[in-house]
């Protein structure tokens, strides 16, 4: 053999040629504990495990006080829960995540789904605002069960009383409003030893961080909003209005769809259903949608019906289903797949809210408009003035004290970096509450997504668009050079157009959520 032979017969043994395999890969390097790391930082907090959730997350909490007049007297305790930075270096400026509802306690949310990718460079601090969650929670047990005869309301007057009457023996529920939160806040975060922190809301959560920000502008670094709530008008006075633009909107793009089209006009089949429930309810009998061994009776009214109607409309993955369930009241006769996802709809929102929350805020904080200019624009609407005369009925029973907008005389205008998105379809925050909202937040930069509704993460590619966008906003700490060009190709998924879409829409989707 030559020299050359030998040579190449040597590479080849070291390189594992002579028996045709590779060598074996060398073992990857054990991921870094990200929890005992976040702990070195944060004494405060202790490890802990929030299935299912499989990180190590940390959890502790903070006495404050309930009325920050008084220090001396009651406190409460904030839950928090801190979902640590994959950075063995992260910024001293962490995401704080300022939950909708109101009402939704934001440690429910403490899974990495929401906040995977490149914006887990920094850590994400969930608090559960007094009322909501661990912190206080100013539950009330209206959750009405389903029976013939029963006439269901968002705010019975009996309940709403004697839960009123019950909470107030140990807290008092006028004290649990945005601005305490807002201060509540603030402590965490010099609790924690944080500078300037970047805020995240969705709905309620831009009302709650717009008022964060008016109480400490110093302790805001930038400010992410999904769905923002207006500083100049209230989400309650106009619903009926943007519910109608909507429905109109989801009419049109089914119109697009042959399948979905040959169903019926959206709108139109929407008002005729309702326009058989005028002269009283109707009595449907169906298995229950999460229970089927159990049989629902249910006298559909016209006022519970059109309520979850309107928060169908909320999103997509739950509106592309109306279509088929409206075709099916209406042309078979069948009204069994249309209260089934009303039921589904109304334990969602009802099973993930405090709502003794709900009516402090509202009541509080949103109901300073002309009542009767509202009720007179409601009354033409498809669903009516219903939910608004629900919360009139309920506020005229609950302790709450009157506060001006944004709970500050004066509200300053700010130069806060500021990144707005909004659904063009949404029918609670629609695009022109964030463009009042840019009134006082002018360094800002306001997407609007054509096919959108109350929130983007139901949209084919939003999740890895989305987080692109606000981890790019973090580092820049601006809204100037930001590519948001794949904000313009999100689309909604189709309709559901049959059957067998629709029973597994129902099992796989809806009743899940719900639970």
């Not at 078979?332 to 089934?340: F, K, M, S």
């Amino acid at each position: 053999m030559t020299v050359r032979g030998l040579l190449l017969r040597a590479s080849l043994l070291v390189l594992g040629g002579c028996t045709g395999r590779r060598p074996p890969e060398p073992e990857p390097p054990p991921a870094p504990d990200w929890a005992a790391l976040a702990h070195r930082r944060l004494p405060m907090l202790e490890p802990c495990e929030r299935p299912p959730v499989e990180e190590t997350l940390l959890c502790g909490s903070l006495e404050v006080p309930e009325d920050r007049d008084r220090p001396e007297g009651r406190s409460i305790r904030l839950e928090i829960v801190v979902v640590p930075a994959q950075s063995e270096a992260p910024p001293h400026d962490p995401v704080f995540i300022f939950e909708g509802g109101p009402g939704g306690a934001a440690t429910r949310r403490a899974g990495g789904g929401v906040y995977a990718g490149p914006v887990r460079a920094r850590d994400i601090v969930l608090v559960d605002q007094r009322g909501t969650g661990g912190s206080n929670p100013l539950d009330c047990e209206w959750r009405q069960e389903f029976s013939p005869g029963e006439r269901r309301e968002i705010f019975p007057v009996e309940l709403v009383r004697s839960c009123a009457a019950e909470l107030s023996a140990r807290l008092d529920p006028s004290l649990y409003t945005t601005d305490h939160f807002a201060d509540d806040v603030e402590r965490v975060r010099r609790h924690l030893g944080y500078g300037p922190i970047n805020v995240r809301g969705g709905s309620y959560g831009t009302w709650s961080a717009m008022v964060f920000a008016q109480r400490y502008p110093q302790s805001v670094r930038t400010l992410f909003g999904i769905g923002f709530n207006s500083p100049l008008v209230s989400n309650l006075s106009k619903r009926g209005v943007w519910t109608d633009r909507t429905l109109a909107g989801l009419a049109a793009l089914c119109a697009t769809q042959p399948e979905c089209a040959a169903l019926g006009p959206l709108d139109g089949m929407a008002r005729e259903v309702l326009a058989e429930l005028a002269d009283g309810p109707r009595r449907v009998s169906l298995p229950d949608p999460a229970r089927p061994d159990e049989t629902l009776v249910i006298d559909v009214g016209r006022e519970w019906l059109t309520e979850n109607l309107r928060l169908i409309l909320y999103y997509a993955f739950t509106s592309r289903a109306l279509p088929w369930a409206l075709h099916r009241a209406r042309a078979a006769d069948d009204w069994r797949p249309l209260v089934a996802m009303a039921v589904l709809i109304e334990r969602m929102f009802r099973g993930s809210l405090a709502y003794g929350l709900v009516l402090t805020v509202q009541c509080s904080e949103m109901m300073a408009f002309d009542v009767e200019a509202a009720l007179a624009r409601g009354a033409p609407t498809l669903v009516g003035n219903y939910r608004l005369e629900q919360q009139l009925q309920g506020c005229a029973n609950w302790p709450h004290q009157r506060l001006p907008t944004l709970t500050v005389e004066t509200p300053r205008v700010l130069s806060i970096p500021t990144l707005m998105l909004s659904g063009a379809l949404d029918p609670v925050t629609p695009p022109e509450y964030a463009e009042d909202a840019r009134t006082l937040f002018p360094d800002s930069l306001h997407l609007v997504l054509s096919e959108g509704q109350h929130g983007p993460f139901d949209l084919e590619g939003a999740w890895p668009c989305v987080h692109r966008i606000w981890a790019d906003f973090l580092d820049r700490g601006s809204v100037e050079g930001l590519d948001v060009e794949c904000a313009a190709t999100l689309t909604r998924p189709p309709f559901l157009v049959d059957e067998e879409g629709f029973g597994a829409y129902l099992r796989d989707t809806l009743v899940p959520a719900a639970d």
